[in-house]
């Protein structure tokens, strides 16, 4: 079964690093999307990103985040300096197209000291 | 501002009982509900979905009940067992479809108890 995949499944940090998440979506997906979920509470939109540019983003993405699908494989998100409260779990997810089951991988679990 | 309100935040259910998670929603754009299931590790994933255009929607063992007059809906799981003992999630999306983006609830952690 097709699947969504996401490294590094754990990376610790420091406050004010920059941290790069990958993730390998779906061969024939489209449609691009991070969110976030820090431990306990429900998942967040972060953005999502079709045909290399982003379609929409929520108030938590800011200029300290940005996406990137470099290679037309990878999908990246970078946080350019890092928060403590950026210590979440990160998922990415694809979705082929319209009316299409959203796929989300394993996530990559992000901490911040 | 919470676009969609679940309850209970856990919840105990024997083996062979039913289960029963509730969501409310606001925003009368919303088009699509779907719920998800997470287990540990690992990422959310859909369980099933329902379009307002339909009271009430069916899949094996798990069913989406649907009140648009209310704004709510809820996922009965019938027979439970203990694999079904995971985090469910209830979301909403207004552009009818996984391609907008999704508010999910805070989640319902459910043991199924053997």
């Known amino acids: 079964e097709p699947e969504v995949t996401q490294t590094p499944s754990h990376q610790v940090t420091q406050m004010g690093q920059e941290v790069i998440l990958r993730c390998v979506p779906i061969?024939?997906?489209?449609?691009f999307y991070w969110y976030r979920q820090i431990l306990g509470q429900k998942v967040e939109f972060l953005v999502s990103?079709?045909?290399?540019?982003?379609?929409?983003k929520s108030e938590i993405f800011d200029d300290q985040f940005s996406v990137e699908r470099p290679d037309g494989s990878n999908f990246t998100l970078k946080i350019r300096s890092t928060k403590l409260e950026d210590s979440a779990m990160y998922f990415c997810?694809?979705?082929?197209?319209?009316?299409?089951?959203?796929?989300f991988g394993e996530g990559s679990r992000l901490t911040v000291l | 501002q919470q676009q969609v309100k679940q309850s209970p935040q856990s919840l105990i259910v024997q083996k062979g009982g039913i289960s029963i998670i509730n969501c409310a929603y606001e925003?009368?754009?919303?088009?699509?509900f779907p719920w998800y299931q997470q287990f540990p590790g690992k990422g959310p994933a859909l369980l099933i979905a329902i379009r307002p255009d339909v009271s009430e929607k069916k899949e094996g063992r798990f069913t989406i009940s649907f009140n648009k007059s209310a704004k709510q809906f809820s996922l009965h799981i019938m027979d439970s067992q203990p694999g079904d003992s995971a985090t469910y999630f209830c979301?909403?999306?207004?552009?009818?479809?996984?391609?907008?983006?999704?508010?999910f609830g805070r989640g319902t952690q459910l043991t199924v108890w053997p």
């Open positions: 061969s024939n997906h489209l449609y």
């Open positions: 979301a909403a999306s207004d552009r009818g479809s996984t391609l907008g983006r999704l508010y």
């Open positions: 990103f079709y045909n290399n540019e982003i379609s929409e």
């Open positions: 925003n009368t754009a919303f088009d699509y």
């Open positions: 997810a694809s979705v082929r197209a319209l009316a299409g089951e959203l796929f």
